[in-house]
């Protein structure tokens, strides 16, 4: 059984450029969680997707935009990329409806902004 | 304030050495509380989830207090292996979807 998969690892980007981050989540997941995490920082909500919509949203701006396919995998996509948006980007799944559930991370994709 | 308060560390203790971490919440609606950890340049894994009973596993023991919203991990019998980030997080329930909010760690170093 795949665990969460994401997808680069690493991505090296130019200011102002676009970037489109990938997820597949664990199966029997239908819920994806995205999350940045800057050095030395606890990772910080962006937003989540379910039943291919965004339910949920932390406090980013709306270059962070999103996306889930019928298959649940997700997108996580930035545009007009500044330095502060180097980070690590992790993807979360896990089960809507369970008030307590567990969430599965995947190993990230380490984002450097040049 | 952060939704989510830890100790700032980092947390330098010998083998053998028992630890403890603390943690505060401010949202009431937090629903249910983790303890996450988090190695070097890696994904978080969940440690062990919190009750308001308290809850052990092995030398891991997690406390919840929700009339003071805090919430603590002890640690007994460090062993090198237990150097890493840990990450205090409250669930917080909403509408149906749960949504994970993290403090910013706090880093544990055993060293021989």
């Known amino acids: 059984d795949a665990g969460v998969t994401q997808s680069p690892t690493h991505l090296i980007k130019t200011r102002g450029q676009q970037v489109t981050l990938r997820c597949s989540p664990k199966s029997g997941h239908d819920t994806v969680s995205w999350y940045q995490q800057a050095l030395g920082q606890g990772p910080q909500f962006i937003f989540q997707?379910?039943?291919?919509?965004?339910?949920q949203r932390g406090n980013f701006p709306d270059r962070f935009s999103g996306h889930q396919f019928p298959n649940y995998s997700s997108e996580l996509n930035v545009n007009a990329l500044l330095l502060g948006d180097s980070a690590l980007y992790l993807c979360?799944?896990?089960?809507?409806?369970?008030?307590?559930?567990?969430?599965?991370f995947g190993q990230g994709t380490r984002l450097t902004v040049v | 304030r952060k939704e989510v308060e830890q100790d700032p560390g980092p947390f330098n203790v010998p083998e053998g050495a028992t630890v403890a971490f603390n943690c505060t919440y401010s949202n009431s609606a937090s629903q249910s509380f983790f303890w996450y950890r988090q190695d070097c340049r890696k994904e978080p894994k969940l440690l062990m989830s919190v009750y308001s009973s308290g809850n052990e596993d092995g030398r891991f023991t997690a406390q919840l207090n929700r009339a003071s919203q805090y919430i603590s991990l002890l640690i007994r019998d460090s062993k090198l292996s237990d150097s890493a980030t840990y990450l205090c997080?409250?669930?917080?329930?909403?509408?149906?979807?749960?949504?994970?909010?993290f403090g910013a760690g706090t880093r544990l170093a055993v060293h021989p």
């Open positions: 979360a799944s896990s089960l809507t409806g369970r008030m307590v559930t567990e969430a599965f």
């Open positions: 997080v409250v669930n917080i329930w909403s509408g149906g979807y749960n949504k994970l909010i």
């Open positions: 997707y379910y039943e291919e919509e965004e339910r």
